[in-house]
């Protein structure tokens, strides 16, 4: 039998214990049940200014967005630090970041690309693709067997005609617009119906320069005469298709089609998009998201001939050389709406020119 000391020993340590245990339940009870009201009111302005994006797709609500995101994640810190301490809240982050760069080195095994994920800079690439888009990237290894899968026509040139047109480069700074007849200082792709309009071809970083100095009168001087493609690698034929320009309709002019040497190429919106690093010499900087229209192959080497298809010409007539295989990041294999606006804010800004119009196809 317990001696009498025991028993009270037994009885006095028994509460105490269902005591503390009782207490934390209390405690840990009470912690999840309370509300913040400065982070509920976070949480419900992330959401409204979410919404309004989403409504208006106005770029300054993302720099409102992110504002209001840092915020919250500064409050949520400073209530953990509280009632967690530093040290929990320190080995809480360190095991976030963690589980990221595992997620994030398994993306690159899997896609075997070392940037698995890129972000639509613009909308270029409307309907399909719209700025802020996430895009999940896949490597291409083989670039010949890449352009034989998705069928992409590849048309061969020697290193001698890739090397003369890299010499003479502005002269395939050239695509085909409207001027308008009453005034043709008045440059454009896109046509109000019925209004009188004629063709001419235009060298693009002409008018874009003229355009940059606001000198819209001189835009006459940078038309050129359609026999300056001859001796082009690359000649451009446009068609007249239609636009919709804040919900109206327009005519428009697009390249939609281009000639090398024999082989007569039509744009075809099921090839593939691929993203591709620019270079000094190109006149758009940062990464390209647009569907390759053709490859021109070198020896070995390819280049792409790609262009955006809410764009009216390819991206070498708007300045930019044809990225080669070492440029190309990857292709497109799946997109996540809006995720990257965040990225776009962080890099210093968002491009929403042409943002108001899109290529009817």
Known sequence: MKSAK???????????????ASLKARKDKKKAGRANPIEIALY???AIVFAAFVITEEA??????????????????????????????VKEALEAIAIVLVLWIIAVLLLGNA??????????????LRIGDLVVLEHISNMSAFLQKYKIPVVKVTPQQYQSMLENMNSEFVAYYAYLGFNPSDITYLIKPGVPYNVALYNVTCLD???????????????????????????YHYSL?????NGSKY????TSSITIGNTTITENYSNPIVVYRTTPLDTFSGDIVHRVVAAIQVGQTYYLLTKGDNNPILDIQAGNYPPSTSQVMGYVIAKVPWLGYITLALKGGIETQGCDQQLLH
Do not use: H, W
């Open 6 to 20: 025991e028993k009270l020993e037994k009885k006095r340590t028994r509460p105490k214990a269902k005591t503390k």
């Open 44 to 46: 419900v302005l992330l």
């Open 60 to 89: 300054i609500f993302t720099f409102v967005f992110l504002a209001v995101f840092l915020v919250l994640i500064a409050e949520e810190i400073r209530i953990n630090i509280k009632e967690e301490g530093i040290k929990k809240t």
């Open 115 to 128: 940037s698995p994920i890129d972000v639509v800079p613009s909308c270029s690439m409307l309907p399909t």
């Open 209 to 235: 320069m003229y355009s940059s100095e606001g000198k819209a009168a001189d835009f006459y001087r940078c038309q050129v005469n359609e026999s300056e493609q001859k001796n082009n690698l690359i000649k």
């Open 241 to 245: 298709g239609e636009a919709l320009v």
């Open 251 to 254: 005519l428009t002019i697009y």
